[in-house]
């Protein structure tokens, strides 16, 4: 436990900034709280990503998904970078948070009618995600006009951002309440996206951008990958109850075992590979590429989120609860996987730019592995005997991250001191 010296006092503090320097900056215990919110949603977007493709509507389930995904990471990344800045842990602050953390919740609550709308296909029924983000942006506006009057040197920065989130949120809510057939607002979500995603930027570009902490930022992502990654060992529940005969449990069999073996494998798997990236020093000596950090993730934890879902699915199969193949089952366990090894390759590389024809063999090899999964499930291989297979292609990083690739990634780490 902590040892406390002095009384907290949580009195209202000036958002001057914090020291993008301090010295052993970490998550606070309001961050984790925070985080936990998202935990409801990820869970969320993960089941019904599962039982939507379940029933054979493969593309709904991944539309849907695809849009609770971005909507998710990006309420968590507009906080998170905000709060790197400006955390002042005073009650104000810790009363917007609250706000915000009432907003994830709601948001979480809309998901299912977003699925459902996109399922049924006449159109998206988004008003309950909007409403929650609506909540969100009305304290996390009023954060910015906070930095806005009691930081002169942010003033710009913090007024563009208020103004572009705001503006923003209003087209959001004219989709929301209008009703227009599915495809006129897919292409209008999509247009309003890229607005999002271009709002950080315009505002940064002034004079004085915000102070983020790179260490603090890059273990408050490495924290959200393992709230992505707990969905892996949902599933791995979800897919063990399947094989040992449903809810009221069963006899433990070889296939139980592979599901368990290669469920807890594959999250195993992931979370070495993201752990072998050293993101926080990188950021420090390369910020500039912050924007390939931030955006690339919301692909990162996507495909996290998906393979848990597709555990999830591979149950449901088990079950014969899906219209699915089991081929089909295979592949939509094995693309999201070659998506994270790849994503995490080219965050990895962009940041820290060191090549070697280690790392071509090892992608290679181990979409050469998924690959082969798939063709065994199509020749008739049980799916727990596949996801064994599938298991050994985030390993086959870790072994090459082991064996030589530290080497290079060290080599690299070097340069970026001198």
Known sequence: MTDHTHAQVHRIRRMSGRDPHEEGRVSSPLELLFDLTFVIAVGVAATYLAEVTAEGHILPALLGFGFATFAITWAWINFTWFASAFDTDDWVYRAMTMVQMVGVVILALGIPAMFQSIEEGHHLDNRV???GYVVMRVAMISQWLRVAKQSPEYRATALRYAKGVGLAQI?????????LPLVPTLCLTTALTVFEMLVPGWAESTAKPTPWHPHHIAERYSLF?????????????????????????????????????AGVGLTFG???????????????????YAWLFGYGHIIVFGSIVAVGAAL???GLYVEHHTE???TQVITFIAVPIAIYIVSIYVIHLALLPVWSWLYAW?????????GLAIVLAAAG?????????????????VVGYEWRGHNFQQQALDELSD
């Open 312 to 314: 999830h699915l591979a």
């Open 324 to 326: 699915l193949s089991a």
């Open 171 to 179: 087209g959001w809510v004219v989709v929301a309440i209008v009703e």
């Open 225 to 261: 990958a393992i709230i992505a990654l707990g969905e892996g060992l949902v599933g791995t529940i979800a897919s063990s109850t399947g094989v040992l005969g449903g809810e009221h449990g069963g006899h433990w069999t070889w296939d139980a075992v592979a599901v368990v073996i």
């Open 362 to 370: 090892m992608i290679a090899s181990a979409l050469i592995v998924l």
């Open 270 to 288: 992931l979370w070495w590979i993201y752990f072998i990236n050293p993101f926080g020093k990188v950021l420090e000596h390369r910020p500039q």
């Open 381 to 397: 291989v049980s799916v727990p005997v596949c996801l064994l297979i599938v298991m050994v292609a985030p390993f086959i990083q």
């Open 129 to 131: 995600i909007v409403a």
